[in-house]
């Protein structure tokens, strides 16, 4: 397969639209063959690329212009920016310039390849980030409940658990409950000890959840309405009082919010689905 039959739809951010009918700059010039051609800075200022940038690509042989004017000019045809707008889609994706001449230009390259190699990188990349992200987050709240504690410590008691995550929805939803006032007095003073025991209990709790999931138990079984339970009374014990309506509607946040789904997913595919459905026979069997 040649790659330069390969065809695909670049981000919209990515594409050109160079006609003649844009405005200034593009004021094209219709040579006697009849083709439309474009100078350097036309080409430059729409695609947002430098005029050294198109110069760099013509002097390496990834982008070489069509054609000259009179003057000895770079002159691009449309050919030549349909090529322009495919490196530019490698180019976003990280992709060095050697790898994109190759893609464009080698006869025996494989796309599909390359992107699914790209993509592994930009995936670990953004996974990356969100923990960096999910990093700063924990060190605010740690700060906002005023615990002071050494950056070594705020890694090892949030790690990627978050504690006061769930309250600042449930006053969201909940305001006229004050529970969010309530988890802010019990926590104000807790400390690292106190965060440590915190994260052994829900890890320990969330890996018997993972057990039972994997043992194919029904999320109304007893055995999982009981963990739904404990995951109650945990809530209630370190934050607020976690009536039965309130943890249905945590339940449901736990499957609407993507932020909540992701970090149940993480410990055990659909944990977050089976977790609502077990609290809510939980709640039922408790009416």
């Not at 051609?37 to 080409?43: E, H």
């Not at 003073?189 to 018997?208: F, H, P, S, V």
């Not at 739904?228 to 809530?235: G, K, Q, S, V």
């Amino acid at each position: 397969m040649r790659v330069t039959a390969y065809r695909f739809s670049p981000p919209r951010a990515l594409r050109l639209h160079l006609t003649q009918r844009d405005p200034s700059p593009w004021e094209a010039d219709r040579e006697g063959n009849g083709n439309v051609s474009y100078s350097v800075g036309q080409v430059a200022a729409v695609a947002g690329v430098t005029k050294r940038t198109l110069h760099h690509y013509d002097e390496i042989g990834l982008l070489v212009p069509s054609g000259r004017s009179p003057a000895g000019h770079r002159r691009y045809e449309e050919a030549d920016l349909d090529r322009l707008q495919q490196i530019r889609f490698y180019r976003e994706l990280g992709f060095p310039l050697d790898e994109v001449a190759k893609l464009l230009d080698d006869p025996d390259a494989d796309p599909t390849e390359h992107l699914r190699r790209q993509h592994g990188l930009l995936t670990g990349r953004i996974d990356r980030l969100r923990e960096m992200a999910a990093a700063v987050e924990h060190a605010m709240e740690a700060r906002k409940m005023g615990i002071t504690l050494t950056p070594e410590e705020k890694f090892e008691v949030f790690g990627d658990f978050d504690p006061d995550a769930y309250t600042e929805e449930v006053e969201r939803r909940w305001g006229d409950c004050d529970l969010y006032e309530e988890s802010r007095r019990r926590t104000a003073g807790y400390g690292k000890e106190d965060w440590l025991r915190i994260k052994e209990e829900t890890d320990a709790l969330n890996a018997r959840i993972a057990a039972l999931m994997a043992e194919e138990a029904a999320p109304g079984s007893e055995a999982a309405m009981d963990l739904a339970e404990e995951h109650r009374r945990l809530i209630g014990a370190h934050w607020y009082d976690c009536t039965y309506e309130i943890h249905l509607g945590l339940a449901e946040m736990y499957v609407a919010d993507e932020r909540f789904t992701a970090t149940y997913d993480a410990i055990r595919p659909g944990m977050a689905a089976f977790l609502r459905d077990a609290i809510v026979a939980n709640a039922a069997r408790r009416a």
